[in-house]
C-alpha cells in the first residue's frame, strides 16, 4: 500500500485471511479482483473477490499497527465470475464505505 509519497506498508491480503492463490483476474477483464480506499491517516478499506468461491472480503487495515482492525467479512456472491468489486468510496459525513460492482 502506498499514498502519493511513500510505500505505507505491504500485505498479502491472501495470507491474512487464509485464502489459497486462486484469486485470479477472470480472463479479457483488465478490472483487479481486489480494490481499496483510505478510511482515514493509518486505515484502509480493502475489498477482495476470490474466483473459485464467488466469495467477497471485506475488512479494514491498520497500516501503522500492521494489522486487521476486527475479522473480515465474507459474502457469498451470486454465481456470476464478472461481478466484483471496482471501486470503494468512503463517506466521512456518515462514516460508511460505498462498494461498487461491476454488475451492480
Known amino acids: 500500500m502506498f499514498n502519493k509519497e511513500k510505500n505505507l ?10 485464502l489459497d492463490d486462486t484469486t485470479r483476474p477472470v480472463s479479457a477483464l483488465p478490472d483487479p479482483m481486489i480494490e481499496t480506499c ?6 484502509i478499506f480493502i475489498n ?3 474466483t473459485k468461491s464467488l466469495c467477497m472480503y471485506h475488512m479494514t487495515y ?6 486487521l482492525i ?3 467479512v465474507q459474502t457469498q456472491l451470486a ?4 461481478n466484483f468489486p471496482i471501486k ?6 456518515k462514516d460508511q464505505v460505498y462498494m ?4 451492480g
Open 9 to 18: 506498508t505491504e500485505l498479502n491480503v491472501n495470507l491474512e485471511i487464509g
Open 38 to 43: 483510505f478510511l482515514d491517516n493509518n486505515q
Open 48 to 50: 477482495v473477490f476470490h
Open 62 to 67: 491498520n497500516f501503522l499497527q500492521g494489522k
Open 70 to 72: 476486527g475479522d473480515a
Open 79 to 82: 454465481y456470476c465470475t464478472i
Open 88 to 93: 470503494s468510496f468512503y463517506d466521512e459525513e
Open 100 to 103: 461498487f460492482y461491476r454488475q
